[in-house]
């Protein structure tokens, strides 16, 4: 049975050019990897996927067709997909490979916060080991409050997709090295990023002071990693943790 590593996050969080670089990665290992694309909406992708979901939905047909905006589509395209779904699931089985690379749509909430994304997933998967990453823009998260909000944010899509989840940093290669060592510090210690929020005087925090660190702890049940889409720094580190997740540690390399 294959292992399945879902890309998932927010708008621009670098999914797309993750799972080409992943592919590649696994790819120059000598290990067996498929990609599955569950974008109805994106136009060029730097990989091949082996299944497609624009096969049988594209967001583009289907706003033209139906009149709807641009979310409207992509939210009527998954649930169109869920209905059609044991065509894709057929494919995905036929694969054979040892790791399946799945792709997830651009924006976040219309697959991971409506009933639609997490289903397709499960049908996919079913008894197969499955791990999340949880990308998030490292430049985006050098700021101590934008940090915080994106780990409550993967915690609240683990707490919808439930499969074990690490949250992934990207675009490491456009910090300066101050930036990427306070980014280091923070995503290393519950402690630093708490105290670092509750001083941050841009964040709005409805929380007390004790409220922040004891919250932060609990953010920290996830393993984190930060990596490079462009360059591949971090892929070692980053493929250690997958296995730790779904393979106990055992390598396959
Ligand atoms: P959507 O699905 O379109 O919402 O985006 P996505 O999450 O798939 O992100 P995508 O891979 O399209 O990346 C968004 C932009 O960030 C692209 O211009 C990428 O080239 C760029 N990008 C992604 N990862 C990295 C990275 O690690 N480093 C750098 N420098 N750029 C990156």
Redesign the pocket.
């Known amino acids: 049975m294959p292992y399945y590593i879902i890309v998932l996050?927010?708008?621009?969080?670098?999914?797309?050019?993750?799972t080409s670089m992943l592919m590649s990665y696994l790819d120059s290992h000598q290990m067996d990897v498929a990609t599955v694309n569950l974008?109805p909406a994106?136009e060029d992708l730097p990989y091949n996927p082996d299944v497609d979901i624009r096969e049988w939905v594209d967001a583009r047909e289907v706003m033209a067709k139906q009149g709807l905006g641009p979310n409207g589509a992509l939210i009527a395209s998954v649930d169109m997909l869920a209905l059609n779904i044991s065509e894709l699931k057929d494919q995905v089985d036929s694969l054979r490979s040892n790791y399946v690379i799945i792709?997830t749509?651009?924006?976040l909430e219309i697959f991971a916060f409506r009933d639609s994304g997490p289903v397709v997933l499960r049908t996919i998967i079913g008894d197969s080991k499955a791990v999340s990453l949880f990308?998030i823009d490292g430049l985006y998260a050098v700021k101590p409050s934008n940090l915080f909000s994106a780990m409550l944010l993967s915690a609240s899509t683990f707490f919808r997709i439930k499969y074990p989840q690490i949250n992934v940093f990207?675009?490491?290669?456009?910090l300066s090295e101050a930036e990427y060592s306070g980014l280091l510090s923070m995503i290393e210690s519950p402690e630093e990023l708490a105290s670092r929020v509750v001083e941050d005087a841009e964040a709005n925090l409805m929380w007390s002071s004790e409220e922040v660190y004891s919250l932060a702890e609990k953010l920290y049940t996830f393993e984190s990693v930060s990596?490079?889409?462009?360059s591949g720094q971090g892929f070692d580190d980053l493929y250690a943790s997958i296995q730790r997740v779904v393979a106990g540690g055992e390598d396959y390399f």
């Open positions: 996050g927010t708008a621009g969080s670098g999914k797309t050019t993750l974008d994106v792709d749509p651009g924006q990308l990207t675009k490491i290669d456009l990596v490079s889409n462009n």
